[in-house]
């Protein structure tokens, strides 16, 4: 059997050793655990695209829109009141755990630290892993039960996420009921050599591999066990960037164990073809998600006889997950494809100095939670109103889209409609923000709130 050193060489990544001789015993034994955790034969067959090209246009023209609950269907297959039901009494059964990723380097938003820790809330200031452990609070009071929170790392993020929920007493939440777990990484290669690229001589640039890192994650750390052992059998998913995520929304699980679904993802009308979601479909009776990148203008564009988008569904990454299918997933992680990404990154040069570039130099290799999707048997597709369950923070202030001003004004929105719902008029230029431990929903809002009352100045109810 070859060794790590015989390995490094025989796939042209000598340079990896170049400054061994300049280490200290502890760096050396660093740089080999992670030259001895990866697989060069993949890395070279990533690079080499030896995995089987796919025709999009092809794959376009035969994807039709997934079968779907829709929002104001006349003859929906599960009433609403039915769904609600069904996911409140498994909620109150302690079946569902919630998971929130945020291994993410949140790097078009330019922030430093991770994503989760960005504050967020329009008028209290919360950040957004406040805004989630909070609405998962408002769940657990609503349904007096305890109701873990998975959160999940990565090398980049996972040591200032334990920090920060240490440093703030995990949020509220009660011991057990916060689990980080940090998901793997893999190397960033030269885009022009296929070369593993360092960026300091004893240490392999390696980058979070995706969101579908999760599900060996989970296995590898015994957290599929120990979910079930606590009696889950299904996840509430979700991500750190989406302040509007409703925790473990009752409506969305019912829906999924209704239906039996193995994965269940929650999707809104996209409001024009080419926006840059990625598109729900169906193919071959499977369901998938195309990219909006690899979505060509034809297919994007098409409209039926109604003159509705033909592909009107876009993920917005919210599902529901079935342990047991996660769990079989898990045995079969490798089946998860990689997905590429020309990306800036910093490297060693061969005189031992780290070049920083703005342009593309680097491959980074992600695997994506979607590509689930055409594993599962069963799966359904259950459409919100964007205005209630996506607001993500994606970009820097000043981008047209997803930065944190459009997505506080989408919190303060959807507070103000619940406020107005109940009969209470808020002044245009005031902000509301409502924290769900106060109050979860419209509904809520009507039984706390006295009628007719008028709201002059910012207000935080909480
Ligand atoms: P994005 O794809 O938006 O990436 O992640 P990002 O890292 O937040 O931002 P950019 O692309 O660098 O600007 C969507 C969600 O998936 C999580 C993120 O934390 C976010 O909640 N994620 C992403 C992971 O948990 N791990 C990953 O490797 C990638």
């Given at each position: 059997m070859r060794t790590w050193v015989q390995s490094v060489h025989d796939f042209g990544h000598a340079h990896l050793l170049k400054f061994w001789n300049e280490l200290g015993p502890e760096e050396r034994n660093h740089l080999a655990g992670q030259i001895q955790s990866i697989d060069f034969q993949e890395l070279a067959d990533l690079f080499a695209?030896?995995?089987?090209?796919?025709?999009?246009?092809?794959?376009?023209?035969?994807?039709?829109?997934?079968?779907?609950?829709?929002?104001?269907?006349?003859?929906?297959?599960y009433s609403m009141d039915d769904a609600r039901e069904c996911g409140e009494k498994a909620i109150r059964d302690g079946k569902i755990g919630m998971i929130l990723v945020a291994g993410g380097q949140g790097t078009r938003l330019g922030f430093d630290l991770p994503k989760g820790m960005f504050r967020i809330g329009p008028v209290s200031n919360r950040s957004l892993f406040a805004m989630h452990a909070d609405s998962l609070r408002g769940a657990m009071r609503r349904y007096s039960v305890s109701i873990p929170l998975y959160v999940m790392t990565s090398p980049a993020t996972d040591l200032q996420t334990r920090e920060?929920?240490?440093?703030?007493?995990?949020?509220?939440?009660?011991?057990?009921?916060?689990?980080?777990?940090?998901?793997?990484?893999?190397?960033?290669?030269?885009?022009s050599t296929g070369k593993v690229l360092m960026d300091s001589s004893s240490n392999i640039a390696l980058s979070p591999d995706g969101h579908g890192g999760i599900v060996s994650a989970l296995d590898r750390q015994g957290i599929l066990k120990s979910a079930s052992d606590r009696g889950i059998e299904h996840f509430f998913y979700a991500q750190v960037d989406n302040p509007l995520v409703?925790?473990?929304?009752?409506?969305?699980?019912?829906?999924?164990?209704?239906?039996?679904?193995?994965?269940?993802?929650?999707?809104?009308?996209?409001?024009?073809?080419?926006?840059?979601?990625?598109?729900?479909?169906?193919?071959?009776?499977?369901?998938?998600?195309?990219?909006?990148?690899?979505?060509?203008?034809?297919?994007?564009?098409?409209?039926?006889?109604?003159?509705?988008?033909?592909?009107?569904?876009?993920?917005?990454?919210?599902?529901?997950?079935?342990?047991?299918?996660?769990?079989?997933?898990?045995?079969?992680?490798?089946?998860?494809?990689?997905?590429?990404?020309?990306?800036?990154?910093?490297?060693?040069?061969?005189?031992?100095?780290?070049?920083?570039?703005?342009?593309?130099?680097?491959?980074?290799?992600?695997?994506?939670?979607?590509?689930?999707?055409?594993?599962?048997?069963?799966?359904?597709?259950?459409?919100?109103?964007?205005?209630?369950?996506?607001?993500?923070?994606?970009?820097?202030?000043?981008?047209?889209?997803?930065?944190?001003?459009?997505?506080?004004?989408?919190?303060?929105?959807?507070?103000?409609?619940?406020?107005?719902?109940?009969?209470?008029?808020?002044?245009?230029?005031?902000?509301?923000?409502?924290?769900?431990?106060?109050?979860?929903?419209?509904?809520?809002?009507?039984?706390?709130?006295?009628?007719?009352?008028?709201?002059?100045?910012?207000?935080?109810?909480?």
């Open positions: 695209g030896v995995e089987k090209a796919i025709d999009w246009t092809e794959l376009s023209n035969k994807a039709i829109a997934p079968a779907a609950i829709r929002l104001n269907d006349p003859n929906p297959k920060y929920f240490s440093q703030h007493q995990s949020l509220g939440l009660n011991k057990g009921e916060l689990i980080v777990f940090c998901q793997g990484t893999m190397p960033a290669i030269d885009a409703r925790a473990c929304d009752p409506l969305l699980i019912g829906y999924h164990l209704l239906s039996k679904s193995q994965l269940t993802t929650q999707v809104v009308k996209k409001r024009f073809g080419r926006e840059k979601v990625g598109n729900v479909v169906s193919l071959d009776g499977r369901t998938h998600i195309i990219e909006y990148s690899d979505l060509p203008d034809e297919a994007a564009d098409r409209t039926n006889a109604d003159g509705e988008l033909s592909l009107w569904a876009g993920n917005i990454a919210v599902h529901a997950m079935e342990l047991n299918f996660l769990a079989a997933s898990a045995k079969n992680a490798d089946g998860l494809p990689f997905h590429r990404a020309r990306k800036a990154v910093p490297f060693l040069n061969d005189e031992g100095i780290v070049e920083k570039t703005s342009s593309p130099n680097a491959i980074k290799f992600e695997r994506f939670v979607f590509d689930l999707l055409p594993l599962a048997d069963r799966t359904m597709v259950v459409e919100g109103d964007a205005a209630d369950v996506f607001a993500p923070v994606k970009n820097a202030e000043g981008a047209l889209t997803d930065t944190p001003t459009t997505s506080q004004n989408a919190v303060v929105a959807q507070h103000k409609r619940w406020l107005e719902q109940s009969g209470v008029s808020v002044s245009p230029s005031v902000k509301v923000e409502i924290n769900p431990h106060w109050a979860l929903d419209a509904e809520e809002v009507r039984m706390k709130i006295q009628r007719s009352s008028s709201i002059l100045v910012d207000t935080y109810f909480a």
